[in-house]
């Protein structure tokens, strides 16, 4: 039996600087849907947009209409590697780019005012930190115990969480289920934003009705007992 899918209800965006972007096909819903088939397409809930440009940028993927509460980062290990360490893989070679970890720490900081941020790295911790080349002066171990310490600071210091993921794929469920969630949470909070306020409505409608009823009885004076004589 074919299970109809559902269409994704919200529009994920992809910074148009993302170079490989994630296209979060093979989506299935929770099993409250039935593990129904999750339906992401180009150009209908699925586009890319600029995000920010540093010193402004706030990751690679957001939700549109929630950009300035939702961002996610995405990372792969050359990628990671190079921007901690300063270089970048180039069709000329490798070549030194300082600039890079501090663009990478002020998008940290940015990411770090939003209510949903993570980062996202295509591998896991072991093989980012043991797989790392020799840049500059400095062995791969030498460079490895850099990266790993690095990491340990970015995370203590801005505190956003970090997955490491130990394939793409599972980085691209990551990256869907991390939206997915803080949409839905976003969400849950508007519902009782908007519960709290009809409540304070009514109660202050409940109190002016009662003032009004109040102004509307009539005051009798009653005078004073006459002493008996």
């Known amino acids: 039996m074919t299970m109809k899918p559902l269409i994704n209800p919200y529009t994920i965006l992809i910074d148009s600087a993302e170079q490989a972007p994630f296209s979060f096909q093979g989506m299935t819903a929770d099993s409250n849907r039935g593990y129904r088939p ?38 792969s290990m050359e990628d990671i590697q190079g921007t901690i360490l300063g270089f970048e893989k180039t069709d000329r070679g490798v070549v030194v780019d300082t600039g890079r970890r501090e663009r990478f720490e002020q998008e940290l900081s940015n990411l770090a005012a939003l209510p949903f941020a993570c980062v996202i790295v295509e591998a896991n911790l072991d093989a980012v930190v043991t797989n790392v080349p020799e840049w500059g002066s400095k062995p791969p171990e030498v460079n490895g115990k850099i990266l790993f310490r690095s990491i340990l600071s970015f995370q203590n210091t801005y505190r956003v969480p970090w997955f490491f993921c130990g394939c793409r794929r599972l980085a691209e469920i990551t990256a869907f289920r991390f939206l997915d969630r803080a949409v839905r949470k976003i969400k849950e909070q508007q519902a009782r934003e908007r519960k709290a306020a009809r409540m304070a409505r009514n109660v202050s409608a409940g109190i002016q009705s009662a003032i009004e009823i109040q102004e509307e009885i009539p005051f009798y004076h009653t005078p004073p007992a006459r002493k008996p004589a």
């Open 38 to 75: 999750i339906v992401i397409n180009w150009g209908q809930n699925l586009r890319r947009e600029c995000l920010g440009r540093y010193p402004d940028s706030r990751g690679d993927y957001s939700v549109e209409g929630l950009e300035q509460l939702v961002g996610v980062e995405r990372k």
